[in-house]
C-alpha cells in the first residue's frame, strides 16, 4: 500500500531534549517536506527537499533540521525544543516539484513540549 | 503575498442538508487549487483538485468545486451531507518558487459538524 508513515504519533518531552520525528515513503516520490498544523493558522511548511541531499527551507525553519540522504526518508530534527513547537506535525510526499501534483500526507505526530 | 482564506472556522449543518464550504484566494498567476479532508486522528486526503480546463471539478465522496477566477474562489459543495462528512477541511493553493520547488499554502481549515 502507497503510503507516508510517520513516527512516532504521540510525543511528549522537555524543553532542550533533542528529538527526532521519522518519515518514509514507499512511492519513490522526488519531493517530500514537512509541515505544522496550529489552529487558526492551517499548515505551515517548515522544510522541504527536492531530492537526495537537496534540502531547503519553508515558511517557518526557525528550530528546526532535516536531512534526505535516502530518496524515501525525511527525518525532522529537533536540536532543543521548546513550548512553542508544540503543535501537529505533518509529512508529505510528491511524486514531482510541480506545483499541479498531489501531495500524500503522513497520519501526523503530535508533539508537547513542556 | 499569495494567500488562502476560509472564512467560515465552523460550520454545522443537518445530516441529509446541502453543504457549501468557502474558499478565496490571493495568486497573481493561475492557481492550482486543492481541496483537503481531515478526519479526526487522520493525515490529510486529497478530495479533488483544479489545474485548468472544466471549472467544475469532481472530488470524491460525491464532493465536487467549483472555480471561478473573476471571484478568486473554489468553493466545495455536496448536494447530501453524510454523518461521516464530519471532519476539518482545507482549501490549498499550490504555487511555484522561483527555484522551481513548489509549496502548499493552506486556508485555517473549516470544521463540518453534522447533525443526525
Known amino acids: 500500500e502507497a503510503q507516508v508513515t510517520q513516527n512516532p504519533r504521540y510525543l511528549i518531552t522537555v524543553t532542550g531534549k533533542k528529538l527526532t520525528v521519522t518519515c518514509s515513503q514507499n512511492?519513490?516520490?522526488?519531493?517530500m517536506s514537512w509541515y505544522r498544523q496550529d489552529p487558526g493558522l492551517g499548515l505551515r511548511q517548515i522544510y522541504y527537499?527536492?531530492?537526495?541531499?537537496?534540502?531547503d527551507k519553508g515558511d517557518v525553519p526557525e528550530g528546526y533540521k532535516v536531512s534526505r540522504k535516502e530518496k524515501r526518508n525525511f527525518p525532522l530534527i529537533l536540536e532543543s525544543p521548546s513550548p512553542n513547537q508544540t503543535s501537529l506535525y505533518f509529512c508529505?510526499?510528491?511524486?514531482?516539484?510541480?506545483?499541479?501534483?498531489?501531495?500524500?500526507f503522513g497520519q501526523g505526530t503530535r508533539l508537547t513540549v513542556v | 503575498a499569495q494567500s488562502v482564506t476560509q472564512p467560515d472556522i465552523h460550520i454545522t449543518v443537518s445530516e441529509g442538508a446541502s453543504l457549501e464550504l468557502r474558499c478565496n484566494y490571493s495568486?497573481?498567476?493561475?492557481?492550482?487549487l486543492f481541496w483537503y479532508v481531515q478526519s479526526p486522528g487522520q493525515g490529510l486526503q486529497l478530495l479533488l483538485k483544479?489545474?485548468?480546463?472544466?471549472?467544475l471539478v469532481q472530488g470524491i465522496k460525491g464532493f465536487e468545486a467549483e472555480f471561478k477566477r473573476s471571484q478568486s474562489s473554489f468553493n466545495l459543495r455536496k448536494p447530501s451531507v453524510h454523518w461521516s462528512d464530519a471532519a476539518e477541511y482545507f482549501c490549498?493553493?499550490?504555487?511555484?518558487?522561483?527555484?522551481?520547488?513548489?509549496?502548499?499554502?493552506f486556508g485555517s481549515g473549516t470544521r463540518l459538524l453534522v447533525r443526525p
Open positions: 508529505a510526499s510528491s511524486l514531482s516539484i510541480k506545483g499541479s501534483t498531489e501531495a500524500f
Open positions: 512511492m519513490n516520490h522526488e519531493y
Open positions: 527537499s527536492m531530492n537526495v541531499e537537496v534540502t
Open positions: 495568486y497573481g498567476a493561475t492557481p492550482y
Open positions: 483544479y489545474f485548468s480546463g472544466d471549472t
Open positions: 490549498a493553493v499550490g504555487i511555484q518558487r522561483k527555484d522551481s520547488s513548489y509549496k502548499l499554502i
